[in-house]
C-alpha cells in the first residue's frame, strides 16, 4: 500500500483527491495539509511515501516546501501540483529535486499512474514537460528556452519575491512571509529589476501577467 500525503490549501480539492484515490486499491491517503509547515510536520511524522505538493500553498510556497523536504528526505517522492501552464513551473519544480509535474487539468488515470510510478523509484514526465526538459538541457542560461525566459535568470528566492511582488506584497509583508530582513528583500527586489530589465512593480506586474505567473 501507498500512503499519500495530499497538500492543498484548498478542502475541496484533498476532497477531490481523496475521492479519486479511493478507487485505488493499492493507494491510500495518509495526511493531509492545508499549509507549508503543515506539510512538513506530516512528513517528519513519518508513515508517507509520496507526497503530492501544491506549488501555491499559504504560509510557505511549494517550491520552498520541495526544497526543505529535498533536504530532509531526499528519498521521499514529490509530485508538484499546479493550476499555472507547465511552462513556468514544471522544469524549475524537477530541478528542485520533484519525481514530476502534474497540472490539476489532468484526469484521474494519469494521477494514479503518476503515483504508482514515483513510488517505484520512477520519474513521471508528461510529454509537454519532457520537449520544455529538452529545450532547457539544450540551451544553458538564461536563454534556456523561449518558453520560460525566467527560468534561470532569477534564483529560487529572486523568483519568490518577484511571485509576491507581482501580486501586490509590501517588502514588509514579503519579508514576514520569507522569514527575511526588510533590508534583504529590498536588495532582491533591486537585482530583479536590474535582472528582469523593468523599472518599478507595476512594471513586474504586468512582466507577471506575461509569464502567466498571475
Not at 72 to 95: I, N, W
Not at 192 to 212: C, F, M, P, Y
Amino acid at each position: 500500500m501507498t500512503r499519500v500525503l495530499v497538500c492543498d490549501d484548498h478542502l475541496i480539492v484533498r476532497q477531490g483527491i481523496k475521492q479519486i484515490l479511493a478507487d485505488a486499491p493499492d493507494i491510500s491517503v495518509a495526511a493531509e495539509a492545508a499549509s507549508g509547515p503543515e506539510a512538513l510536520a506530516a512528513v517528519r511524522a513519518g508513515g508517507i511515501d509520496v507526497v503530492l505538493l501544491d506549488i501555491a500553498m499559504p504560509q510557505r510556497d511549494g517550491l520552498d516546501i520541495l526544497r526543505q523536504l529535498k533536504s530532509e528526505a531526499p528519498k521521499l517522492p514529490v509530485l508538484m501540483l499546479s493550476t499555472y501552464p507547465d511552462r513556468q513551473y514544471a522544469v524549475r519544480s524537477l530541478k528542485l529535486g520533484a519525481q514530476g509535474y502534474l497540472n490539476k487539468s489532468l484526469d484521474a488515470e494519469q494521477m494514479v499512474e503518476a503515483i504508482r510510478r514515483v513510488a517505484r523509484g520512477g520519474l513521471f514526465i508528461t510529454p509537454s514537460v519532457a520537449e520544455l526538459l529538452a529545450g532547457a538541457l539544450a540551451l544553458p542560461g538564461a536563454a534556456a528556452a523561449e518558453e520560460k525566459p525566467l527560468d534561470g535568470l532569477l534564483s529560487h528566492r529572486e523568483f519568490q519575491v518577484f511571485r509576491l511582488l507581482s501580486e501586490g506584497r509590501s517588502v514588509g509583508e514579503i519579508a514576514e512571509q520569507l522569514v527575511l530582513a526588510p533590508n534583504t528583500v529590498s536588495t532582491y527586489r533591486a537585482r530583479i529589476l536590474e535582472k528582469t530589465g523593468v523599472r518599478n512593480d507595476v512594471e513586474l506586474a504586468l512582466l507577471a501577467v506575461r509569464q502567466a505567473l498571475l
